[in-house]
């Protein structure tokens, strides 16, 4: 079904999150323990934040664990937010431009879940992205559609309810469509400051979501771990599937909820989507 990772902190090379750690994210594209699928070998990406207006992407269909260019970009890029994605595609086809993350400007995101009965529902989403930004649509995935839906609901000023209102468009088309449960997964967006991570099905049964515990505490749990002493007091990692092998380490974000990770005030709040008006 997907997996995906965001961190955030002080930073790092990619391939120090993405390949060291036991139980890696690469590792997982292979052989998943958590996710609706073992295999997550239809494409990856990776987008990362440098200083720069907008983000770096690079994406490709190879699987992530047999991609010699993914390592070699991991092993020479250095940033303080990046966002990596391996995909399991569901019904779309296994190209380039369906590989997460999607971008538009500063933003990033991602998303490990389906909408169902998405064929029946993509004329009534795309009819309702706003007509500046349709043209920039390029894949055929539920994803990104939700994604410039959001966009179109307000996700640069205001991102968690951007988001709770295109899920619920997309619940209230489903349903009118005879749709039982028509959103499943999570999503994870950022501006390149803060990061938005949201858990949310409308069965109420939604992919896995974990964050991991602050540094500080962790410090103390493992004082003899190298990588405790290398990251920074805010440094966070939101993630499909625990990777690593420190009991303990992670928090799973609740069902219907949302975190934003920010220096200096984490959080985590109740999220149901909005219907429309």
Same mark, same amino acid.
């Given at each position: 079904?997907?997996?995906? $990772?965001?961190?955030?902190?002080?930073?790092?090379?990619?391939?120090?999150?993405?390949?060291?750690?036991?139980?890696?994210?690469?590792?997982? #594209? $292979?052989? #998943?323990?958590?996710?609706?699928?073992?295999?997550?070998?239809?494409?990856?990406?990776?987008?990362?934040?440098?200083?720069?207006?907008?983000?770096?992407?690079?994406?490709?269909?190879?699987?992530?664990?047999?991609?010699?260019?993914?390592?070699?970009?991991?092993?020479?890029?250095?940033? =303080?937010?990046?966002?990596?994605?391996?995909?399991? /595609?569901?019904?779309?086809?296994?190209?380039?431009?369906?590989?997460?993350?999607?971008?538009?400007?500063?933003?990033?995101?991602?998303?490990?879940?389906?909408?169902?009965?998405? /064929?029946?529902?993509?004329?009534?989403?795309?009819?309702?992205?706003?007509?500046?930004?349709?043209?920039?649509?390029?894949?055929?995935?539920?994803?990104?559609?939700?994604?410039?839906?959001? $966009?179109?609901?307000?996700?640069?000023?205001?991102?968690?309810?951007?988001?709770?209102?295109?899920?619920?468009?997309? +619940?209230?088309?489903?349903?009118?469509?005879?749709?039982?449960?028509?959103?499943?997964?999570?999503?994870?967006?950022?501006?390149?400051?803060?990061?938005?991570?949201?858990?949310?099905? #409308?069965?109420?049964? #939604?992919?896995?979501?974990?964050?991991?515990?602050?540094? =500080?505490? $962790?410090? +103390?749990?493992?004082?003899?771990?190298?990588?405790?002493?290398?990251?920074?007091?805010?440094?966070?990692?939101?993630?499909? +599937?625990?990777?690593?092998?420190?009991?303990?380490?992670?928090? +799973?974000?609740?069902?219907?909820?949302?975190?934003?990770?920010?220096?200096?005030?984490?959080?985590?709040?109740?999220?149901?989507?909005?219907?429309?008006?």
């Amino acid at each position: 079904m997907c997996r995906w $990772l965001a961190y955030s902190g002080s930073p790092v090379l990619l391939s120090d999150v993405l390949y060291t750690p036991i139980r890696s994210f690469i590792d997982q #594209s $292979l052989h #998943s323990e958590l996710g609706a699928e073992t295999t997550n070998g239809d494409g990856f990406g990776i987008g990362w934040y440098d200083g720069r207006d907008t983000p770096g992407i690079f994406r490709g269909v190879e699987p992530a664990w047999n991609d010699t260019n993914l390592r070699e970009v991991s092993e020479h890029v250095t940033s =303080p937010l990046f966002f990596a994605h391996i995909r399991a /595609a569901i019904g779309s086809s296994v190209q380039q431009t369906n590989c997460h993350p999607f971008r538009y400007g500063k933003w990033l995101w991602m998303h490990n879940g389906f909408i169902d009965g998405f /064929a029946k529902i993509k004329r009534d989403m795309a009819f309702a992205v706003d007509p500046s930004l349709y043209p920039l649509i390029v894949g055929t995935t539920d994803t990104e559609l939700l994604f410039y839906l959001a $966009l179109t609901f307000g996700l640069e000023t205001d991102p968690a309810k951007a988001v709770a209102r295109a899920i619920g468009f997309v +619940e209230a088309q489903g349903r009118k469509a005879g749709i039982d449960y028509p959103f499943q997964g999570t999503i994870v967006t950022s501006d390149g400051h803060s990061t938005w991570a949201f858990r949310y099905s #409308s069965q109420g049964k #939604s992919r896995t979501l974990f964050l991991t515990r602050d540094v =500080p505490t $962790l410090r +103390e749990q493992y004082p003899d771990a190298p990588i405790m002493q290398k990251v920074s007091d805010d440094t966070r990692l939101v993630v499909s +599937e625990p990777i690593g092998n420190l009991p303990g380490a992670w928090l +799973e974000i609740p069902e219907a909820t949302y975190g934003m990770v920010q220096k200096g005030n984490d959080e985590l709040r109740p999220f149901s989507p909005e219907p429309p008006a």
